[in-house]
T-cell receptor
Framework: KQEVTQIPAALSVPEGENLVLNCSFT??????LQWFRQDPGKGLTSLLL?????REQTSGRLNASLDKSSGRSTLYIAASQPGDSATYLC??????????FGEGTQLTVNP | EAGVVQSPRYKIIEKKQPVAFWCNPI?????LYWYLQNLGQGPELLIR????????DSQLPKDRFSAERLKGVDSTLKIQPAELGDSAVYLC??????????????FGPGTRLTVL
């Protein structure tokens, strides 16, 4: 059974700092990995999707990497802003289209 | 382009009452998912539809939960009767197709259910 772990569970940083969120998964036989953002009381917003054949994806200040063989992904946020405060969820997709999610990292960026 | 639409956004009911949630996926998306998210946890899949066919409902508690997607577009998830432990956020998602690696899922805002 696929298990996804996210570290740290919570993170508080001052504005402007670069930061890294970590995601690990137990079964490397995945199709892709997706990073989401969830604001309090809201649904999930897709940030980046990395296919199993890719090493990284970038969108603006966000960069996600994937090392499938070691079962790890990182989400790098550059020059963090208070508006980045949210919970960040990592999810992997194996066969059958089911996404398996981690429990998330709750990020607070302090002005 | 409109995103995934869900209603209601919030629902408060007493235990043993029935409740239903509605989802309209992104236009043209054949695959629809219902997820359950408990507080402080990631979402867990309840059921996946390919058009009108439920192709993965292994984690749906079928004694009290049911779902339908009759015309292969919008979907309804029902709980009858609701229990205290059903209090959670129910998320709907859609994707262009189910199988295949190029499959990004898009989520709706969710329905927050509170069972008293």
């Amino acid at each position: 059974k696929q298990e996804v772990t996210q570290i740290p569970a919570a993170l508080s940083v001052p504005e402007g700092e670069n930061l890294v969120l970590n995601c690990s998964f137990t079964d490397s036989a995945i199709y892709n990995l997706q990073w989401f953002r969830q604001d309090p009381g809201k649904g999930l917003t897709s940030l980046l999707l990395i296919q199993s054949s890719q090493r990284e994806q970038t969108s603006g200040r966000l960069n996600a990497s994937l090392d499938k063989s070691s079962g790890r992904s990182t989400l790098y946020i550059a020059a963090s802003q208070p508006g980045d405060s949210a919970t960040y969820l990592c999810a992997v997709r194996a066969s059958g289209s089911r996404l398996t999610f981690g429990e998330g990292t709750q990020l607070t960026v302090n002005p | 382009e409109a995103g995934v639409v869900q209603s209601p956004r919030y629902k408060i009911i007493e235990k043993k009452q029935p409740v239903a949630f509605w989802c309209n996926p992104i236009s043209g998306h054949n695959t629809l998912y219902w997820y359950l998210q408990n507080l402080g946890q990631g979402p867990e899949l309840l059921i996946r539809y390919e058009n009108e066919e439920a192709v993965d409902d292994s984690q749906l508690p079928k004694d009290r939960f049911s779902a339908e997607r009759l015309k292969g577009v919008d979907s309804t998830l029902k709980i009858q009767p609701a229990e205290l432990g059903d209090s959670a956020v129910y998320l709907c998602a859609s994707s262009p197709r189910g199988e295949g690696s190029y499959n990004e899922q898009f989520f709706g805002p969710g329905t927050r259910l509170t069972v008293l």
